[in-house]
Structures are given as structure tokens and as C-alpha cells.
């Protein structure tokens, strides 16, 4: 196997560990609890699917990018949250129930949302774009569903196992450090000449952005607020790569490494972010 393929089986095996623990210490409500609360669940699909796509294919129209960084950021603004979201989401004060939710609707939205978002910005942009229905359900399948169900499951017919979650959480961060850590220095050099025209400071309108909406539309409850501001300012990096090198193949490279650029953009400011909300939590509770 080649080192890049070491990589993706290592990144894919620690998300895939993570969205399972989640699944050992959540109950099979959780995932529907966003329906059974539609103003919620209203309000984050508004912020994920709406509100932000719309803000990225303008700015995109607005500054002069290149057709690969275009796809790139287009398909990350229709894809759901990443599935390690929820432990980040846990810090600032968002309850595993909605993060849960939140997760599940966001994926079935994003199935229906991508195809017609993607037509648009093709037609906006006067380039043909190709959706690929099967690819991404299959990242979908092997990154949140499987997993997911696979820890409800187990976690309904022997309780015990949600007191492993803490431990398979951890391993899972090792996994997911390791293989970004060999991800970035393979592509650091790709990423960097991604820096220019522009490119970094969009990215961070697109980030500040999902960041303000989510923390507006995330309703009154703080921790909430906190885990949808998270959501919708963060994307699911494998399945965005999948949508827009789907589209255009020959600019997989490139678009890999604007994902990138997106990825490391997006935890330095959150990061500030998700201090702060630490903060309002624990003066709210008296810590």
C-alpha cells in the first residue's frame, strides 16, 4: 500500500472509531431529536444549507479563485458536519443529543441539498458539474451511518459498553493526529501555493461567517448556540473532496489541498471561539 493510502485508511479509521464511541454513549432518540424539536432543527438547516451557501458561492463569484478552490469551498458549504464535530461541540456546552441529531439531519439535508446547489453554482459559473449520488453516500455510510448505528446498537443491548467510549475516543484522536500530521507534511507544499490570490482570507470570511449565523440561529439554550456556531462553520473535509474532485477530477490535487487550507483555517479561529463559550458556560454554572 502506498504511503497515501496508509494515510487515508488511518484518518478513515479514526473517524470512524470516533463516530462508534459517540455511538456507545448516545440512545437511539438522540438521533431523531431534532425532528421531534422542528424549530430547532429548522434553524440549524437554515444556518448549514442555506444562509452559508449562499454567503460562499458570493464571495466566491466576488473574488477572483481559481475553478479548483471554487469547487472545493462550493462542496464544503453542502456537506454535512464532520463526524469528529461532536467531542468539540461536548466543550462548549452541547449536549450529546443534539450533536447527535444535529449530525443525522445534517447528512440526510446534505444528500438533498448538494445536487441542487452544486447545479446552481454550475450554472452560475458557466462550468458543467457533475454530482456523484453514489460516492457520496458512500462516504457517508462508511464515516457517520455505520459506525453510528453500530454504537446505538451495542450500547442498547449491553449498557456497559458506553464506559468505553472515553477510551476508544482517545484512540481515535491518536489515529486522527497521527494521519493529519503525515496528511499536511505530504501536502504542505500543495497547500501553501494555495495561500495566494485571495484564497486564505475567503476562507476565513467563510469560517467567521458559519461562526456568527450558527451562534445567532443556534436558539436561546448557550450550548446549543455553541455546538451549531461549531457545525456550521466546519464541514465534512472527505466528502467535500469527494463532491468537487467528482465534478472535476483533474484538479483533485488542488482541491485537496484547498480543503486543507479550509481545515487549518478553521481551527485556528475557532479555537478563540470555543474559549469564550467555554468561559459563558462555566460563569453561567457558577465554576
Known amino acids: 500500500m502506498s504511503p497515501a493510502g496508509i494515510v487515508k485508511l488511518v484518518l478513515t479509521g479514526g473517524i470512524a472509531l470516533t463516530v462508534f464511541a459517540i455511538g456507545l454513549r448516545s440512545r437511539p ?15 440549524a438547516m437554515t444556518s448549514m444549507f442555506v444562509l452559508t451557501p449562499i454567503f460562499v458561492i458570493a464571495v466566491t463569484m466576488a473574488v477572483a479563485l481559481g475553478r479548483p478552490d471554487r469547487a472545493a469551498l462550493i462542496a464544503l458549504a453542502v456537506s454535512p458536519m464532520p463526524p469528529i464535530l461532536p467531542r ?17 439531519m445534517a447528512s440526510v439535508v446534505s444528500i438533498i441539498v448538494a445536487p441542487i446547489i452544486v447545479w446552481l453554482a454550475g450554472r452560475l459559473f458557466g462550468v458543467a458539474a457533475y454530482f456523484d449520488t453514489l460516492a457520496m453516500l458512500k462516504v457517508l455510510a462508511i464515516t457517520i451511518g455505520a459506525p453510528l448505528a453500530a454504537g446505538i446498537a ?44 485571495g484564497l486564505l482570507w475567503v476562507t476565513a470570511a467563510i469560517v467567521l461567517f458559519g461562526l456568527l449565523v450558527g451562534h445567532i440561529l443556534g436558539g436561546p439554550d448557550p450550548g446549543n448556540r455553541g455546538a451549531l456556531a461549531l457545525a456550521t462553520s466546519a464541514r465534512h473535509p ?13 484538479d483533485k490535487d488542488a482541491i485537496v489541498a484547498t480543503v486543507l487550507l479550509f481545515l487549518l483555517t478553521n481551527v485556528m479561529l475557532t479555537l478563540p471561539y470555543m474559549l469564550w463559550r467555554r468561559h459563558v458556560m462555566r460563569a453561567a454554572s457558577g465554576t
Request: proline residues 4%.
Open 29 to 43: 432518540r438522540d438521533t431523531l431529536l431534532l425532528v421531534r424539536h422542528p424549530m430547532l432543527g429548522l434553524r
Open 88 to 104: 468539540r461541540e461536548a466543550t462548549v456546552g452541547g449536549e450529546g443529543d443534539y450533536a447527535v441529531g444535529l449530525q443525522v
Open 154 to 197: 451495542i450500547a442498547r443491548f449491553w449498557p456497559r459498553a458506553a464506559k468505553l467510549s472515553k477510551r476508544l475516543g482517545t484512540l481515535a484522536l491518536v489515529l486522527l493526529a497521527v494521519g493529519a500530521a503525515f496528511a499536511l507534511y505530504a501536502e504542505g507544499p500543495k497547500v501553501a501555493a494555495r495561500i495566494g490570490n
Open 238 to 250: 472527505g466528502l467535500a473532496i469527494a463532491l468537487a474532485a467528482g465534478a472535476f477530477p483533474a
